[in-house]
């Protein structure tokens, strides 16, 4: 009986160990920053909002959980977001000053810094999956409006008419007030098992922007970067300003050249987005899978899971 013992004690040790010495996964997700508090922020849209976020970190993790890339993992995440209406990016972007929507994403793999945009497409159903098709299907980085949404349809990936982007509750919003300021873009990064980083973001914008503007969200470095020797960003925000500070790539850098921890960056980076009279917030995961929720604004629509554990999401500020 006593070898017995002792030979379950060691195969249980030995257990323990395999599972201590696995490589840690982990996604971090935003769905925009903005001036939502308990007070403004009706109760079902927060249960929306955060119900929509689980979803999206569960989706990621389930492919890293399965040994998939983070390329995967952050590509599914935003298109649960941009199938949501309830943010803005896909289905629920905001309406320019025309009446249209203008979408934008971008997605960058940290391991090869190889990267994909597109801007001002109108009717590519994903445009987080228009960015990784450019990324890997084509020798360029950004394609804007008709030639990439003819590159899109080439690739096979959804079409569909443009009123698939106009939800009810977004033109209320434009009708009522054409009030600019909306935030609400969408983003995730991740770290897969292999222990590579990658980011993705994507939105429909400012509302109310001029047709034809382009933000931060599809510019890489400004509103997305991952690189495996730093960190990966997904930022939102006022994005002419994320543009100006180069804010995404700017963490990273203050993370690699200046080894400053990725909270004490981002707080840096977002001060000198402040500084140009801008607002918004970051998300940041780091080589070990610890995440950065760092936002100028009231609250942040956010989530993180490590590993097989749970999805957390927060949105206002003072939740721990
Ligand atoms: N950064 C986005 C843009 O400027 C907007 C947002 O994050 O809400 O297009």
Known sequence: MKPFVAACALACAFALCVEAAEPPFAIAVHGGAG????????????RAHRAALVEALE??????????????????????LEDSPHFNAGRGAV?????????????????????GAVAGVTNVRNPVEAARAVMEKSHHVLLAGRGAERFAKEQGLAIVDPSYFRTEERWRQFRRAKEDGKLGTVGAVALDRAGNLAAATSTGGIANKRFGRVGDSPIVGAGTWA??????????????????AAAAHDIAALVKYKGLAPGAAA???LAKVVALGGTGGVIVLDRGGDPVFSFTTEGMYRGYAKGGGRAEVRVFRDEP
């Open 95 to 115: 309406f320019t000053s025309e009446g249209t929507n203008e979408l934008d994403a971008s997605i960058m793999d940290g391991a090869t810094l190889r990267a």
């Open 35 to 46: 001036p939502m508090t308990r007070a403004t922020l009706a109760p079902e849209s927060e």
């Open 227 to 244: 690189e495996n020797a730093s960190v990966a960003v997904s930022a939102t925000g006022t994005g002419e300003m994320f543009i100006r």
């Open 267 to 269: 707080r840096e980076a």
């Open 59 to 80: 989706t990621g993790q389930r492919i890293l959980a399965a040994g998939g890339t983070s390329l995967d993992a952050v590509t599914a995440a935003v298109r649960v």
